[in-house]
């Protein structure tokens, strides 16, 4: 029979199989424990059920991963598998919005080659002097990437002039998907789930801290079945380290950039007003040129912290 692996403890398993209502626990044998191709959360697995025990005999091939170098063990981690959508999640008041954080995340899911959406949480709480919203919302369009405004507290929308995403367009997005929610503790990402659900989970939430940064409540990543389509709640990231990523595959992790890149008449341009050939030279429009240039900002601050480590010390995926 064929199962889906719902949540995990140690060695034990809880799948979802079909023809029965709640998950069965199930166990593996070693082989199937270790390197990039243990068992996670979101993979589909062949199971056998013997003498009323159930034993995963495979792990089927997965459409994406969720994946990280683990640098001082030199290896691969998957934390997750098959998801269709990455929600990235951001606080519109406290903790503070970072926008290189968005864009770190962002970097990933080119890596990852997973979609990506980012929602603006706490609308209630947004202060217009503390950031514009509505700039950061325009910037994500360059890479393709929708924003909604939410609040997960009052489930109230708060969809602007400029965007006319809110909850309802969120649940659609989100139909017939598996998603996994990122972003940095205490953005609201278990509340924002509780208020999707509509009263069918409540996963357990925690005030922010004096310090204005969130603690972490989730501590395992699981799938939660909605009516209309499938979450992984996974636990709160601050950062991700760039130990694995190469100088020369960064370019190709910013899309939108790269696109812009390939129009330069020099290979070796250090993009910007001052060089000759750059794409720079064609653009006009002021708006577009801020925004451009937000995103090589990050894109320059990622290339730095990745040029730290030489490559020829990074593990190949």
């Not at 994500?140 to 002039?161: C, H, I, N, Q, W």
């Not at 990402?189 to 939430?205: A, Q, V, Y």
């Amino acid at each position: 029979m064929i199962g889906r692996v719902y949540r995990s403890s140690q060695r034990i398993f809880y799948c979802k199989v079909e023809g029965k209502t709640d998950l069965v626990m199930a166990t593996a044998k070693g082989n199937l424990l270790k390197g990039s191709d243990s068992i996670v959360v979101g993979d589909n697995v062949k199971i056998k059920e013997e003498d009323g025990q159930f034993y995963i005999l495979e792990v089927l091939e997965r459409k994406s991963e969720i994946w990280r170098q683990i640098k001082r063990e030199n290896k691969k981690k998957v934390t997750a598998s098959n998801i269709d959508l990455l929600v990235i999640v951001s606080s519109a008041a406290k903790p503070k919005y970072k926008r290189g954080l968005v864009d770190r995340f962002l970097m990933r899911a080119a890596q990852w080659e997973i979609p990506a959406i980012h929602v603006f949480n706490k609308m209630d709480g947004h202060k217009k002097s503390e950031f514009d919203l509505s700039f950061e919302a325009r910037r994500l369009e360059l890479p393709k990437v929708k924003s909604f405004e939410v609040s997960a507290k009052t489930g109230e929308d708060y969809k602007r002039e400029f965007l006319h995403f809110g909850l309802d367009e969120l649940r659609s997005e989100l139909t017939g998907k598996t998603a996994i929610f990122l972003g940095q503790s205490g953005v609201g990402k278990s509340s924002l789930i509780n208020r999707l659900s509509g009263g069918e989970f409540e996963l357990k939430t925690k005030e922010i801290g004096r310090a204005g940064k969130g603690t972490h409540t989730t501590t395992w990543s699981e799938i939660l079945d909605f009516a209309d389509f499938t979450l992984i709640d996974s636990p709160g990231i601050r950062s991700f380290s760039l130990d694995d990523v190469y100088s020369e595959d960064l370019e190709f992790l910013f899309p939108d950039l790269l696109e812009l890149f390939l129009t330069c008449q020099f290979r070796n341009c250090d993009h910007g007003p001052q060089a000759k050939g750059c794409f720079y030279e064609k653009l006009e429009d002021p708006e577009q040129i801020k925004i451009i240039d937000s995103r090589l900002e990050s894109y320059y601050k990622l290339r730095d912290e990745v040029s730290e480590i030489p490559d020829w010390k990074k593990k190949p995926h």
